[in-house]
């Protein structure tokens, strides 16, 4: 019943598991021990005093290296006999339809079986990754705000270039009855339209960058450091949103103070050499 649980044997890279007395080894493993495919292995547990004569009949490669270098899969009644466990198993694997639904499954089977079984979701199985995970895209968010905000410092010494450039016809706009509150909402609509620009052009330019990375596997991982051997990309729709709007908010807010400078602008000193 593997096969409709897991997706073990998609993972295969060499061989099967078809037979009695025999197993299938991680990639990493089998490079660390210089076995292959047809190699003699023996395996012990506290349980046995005789080690059982196995031989390798395929290898497999998950792309996680803490599965490919320490997992070893063999037939049910082999792994029985070795734990002297006769008809009776460890645990039981459950799969759902979508891997967000382990966690309410869980709540499910834990108040069904009570504290007689211990289940245990993938999210558990990997906390330790998903915490270095969680813990690095947040780092790498603040990182990205503040090389927005560098960004929109930039907009603002522009905008206060342009408010001086543009002194004079300042001055004509308020000698013609143009209001202070008029001045400042021409120059924050001037740096919300740049900052908004250069937002949704990085936007777009991220999304071509994203599906050529999700398509091609350019970069390869350190699989001892990260786990992974190539690295992984899923567009979320919140984290976009979350950084266009960040981009956006802080370039309107850099705007303000040109603005407000180019607002209080009194016309007849912005005229008087003019």
């Known amino acids: 019943m593997e096969r409709s649980v897991t997706r073990f044997f998609s993972y295969m890279s060499e061989g099967t598991l078809s037979r009695r007395e025999s197993i299938v080894i991680g990639s ?53 006999e070795l ?6 198993v460890t645990g039981v694997s459950v799969s759902w339809e979508s891997a967000d639904a ?32 969680k813990l690095e895209k947040t780092v790498m968010f603040l990182i990205l705000a503040l090389i927005i905000l560098v960004a929109s410092l930039n907009i603002a010494g522009s905008l206060t270039i342009l408010v001086v450039n543009k002194t004079k016809d300042i001055g004509v706009l308020k000698a013609l009855g143009a209001t202070s509150y008029d001045v400042m909402k021409i120059f924050a609509w001037d740096g919300l339209a740049v900052g908004s620009l250069g937002a949704f052009a990085g936007l777009g330019l991220a999304g071509v960058l994203c599906f050529c990375l999700k398509k091609f596997s350019w970069f390869e991982l350190p699989k001892e450091i990260y786990y992974i051997e190539r690295l992984p990309v899923l567009l979320s729709v919140s984290d976009v949103i979350s950084v266009v709007l960040v981009a956006v908010f802080l370039s309107f807010i850099s705007s303000l103070y040109p603005a407000w400078t180019a607002g209080r602008l009194d016309p007849v000193k912005a005229l008087r050499y003019e």
């Open 28 to 80: 990493e493993l089998a490079k660390r021990a210089h076995l292959a495919v047809g190699s003699e292995v023996q395996l012990a547990t506290q349980f046995t005093k005789k080690p059982a004569l196995l031989t390798v009949e395929g290898i497999f490669s998950s792309g996680m290296y803490e599965y490919d270098a320490n997992l070893v899969f063999l037939n049910l009644p082999d792994a029985q």
């Open 102 to 133: 382990a966690v309410h499954g869980k709540r499910i089977l834990q108040k069904e079986f009570g504290r007689s079984f211990y289940v245990q979701s993938w999210m558990d199985l990997n906390k330790t990754f998903f915490s270095a995970l």
């Open 83 to 88: 734990y002297l466990m006769e008809k009776s």
